[in-house]
């Protein structure tokens, strides 16, 4: 490659093109055009919620209406409140321990050969064991407490952990490997300059469906054994026929699921904006 093509800013070299740093206006209308589809499906189902409620095509013990839904949400806050913060807290814990013990076991896993085959049959055999089979075996060694809420929490969030960052891991280009082995990098000084920041798109992409997945985990050890929770209302609600607070515990459950799911976004965007898929501005082949 000539020097001259080195040096040449990217729109004077032949076929390539640099796109403009979208201003504020393009980025709003970017941001809507990506939400209104979703936003728009959403309208239509709680529409369609709301016609079966009015046209009384279901009891209202089984399916409330919106409206009862909303009295429940509005009326019963501090309640939901208390039991959201405790199943929200479950989560979290869970899902933190979960990246930290499956980063870590993806780092041994990949760096030696002996581990991985000996672990890797084992976590598979592991995921494939329904929770809520093993649930209540955590209650009965654990207690009613948080422990085995979490456990549970970590137990579902863990295996996506694990294999994102194994095959993230995995994915460096070898010629990267045998390069900076070639410019005298040690094995950690590798792992933290190459490995690790090529991992971590395959990592956020384990993330965002493990604590979606947390959720669900510390919500079926509440439904075992709890006395608190979002689990618990939801169980209590079922009992006693209460439909709406039964569905204002999903609705918030939910919730949840989706402001994680989010913030787990977030900081994908703010950790990797050297990443393809995070680029607002570059450089486009015309070919």
Request: proline residues 6%; neutral net charge; contains cysteine.
């Amino acid at each position: 490659m000539s020097q001259s093509v080195i040096n040449a800013t990217p729109e004077k070299v032949a076929g390539v093109a640099q796109r403009n740093k979208p201003g504020t206006g393009e980025r709003i209308t970017r941001a809507l055009d990506r939400s209104w589809r979703p936003v728009a499906l959403l309208l239509v189902c709680f529409g369609a919620w709301w016609a079966i409620a009015a046209a009384e095509l279901v009891e209202p013990y089984l399916v409330p209406s919106p409206g009862a839904t909303l009295d429940v949400l509005t009326g019963k806050t501090d309640y939901l409140w208390q039991h959201t913060w405790v199943t929200t807290y479950e989560t979290l814990l869970g899902f933190l321990i979960a990246v930290v013990v499956g980063v870590a076991a993806a780092v041994i896993m990949v760096y030696s050969t002996t581990v991985e085959k000996t672990l890797y049959p084992i976590l598979l055999f592991a995921q494939v064991v329904p929770k809520i089979a093993i649930a209540p075996l955590f209650v009965v060694w654990l207690g009613f407490g948080i422990a085995p809420k979490i456990l549970i929490a970590v137990l579902i969030a863990f295996f996506p952990v694990v294999i994102s960052m194994v095959t993230g891991l995995k994915a460096v280009d070898p010629e990267m490997l045998q390069l900076s082995s070639t410019m005298g990098a040690n094995s950690w000084q590798t792992f933290v300059k190459i490995r690790f920041p090529a991992s971590l798109p395959h990592l956020f992409s384990g993330l965002k469906v493990a604590v979606t997945l947390a959720v669900t985990g510390a919500v079926v050890g509440e439904f075992v054994g709890a006395n608190e929770g979002l689990g618990y209302v939801i169980l209590q609600a079922n009992g006693n026929l209460d439909t709406p607070m039964l569905f204002a515990g999903l609705l918030v459950m939910s919730l949840i699921g989706v402001i994680l799911f989010v913030l787990v976004e977030i900081a994908e965007k703010f950790l990797l904006p050297w990443h393809a898929s995070r680029r607002d501005s570059g450089v486009t082949t015309a070919y």
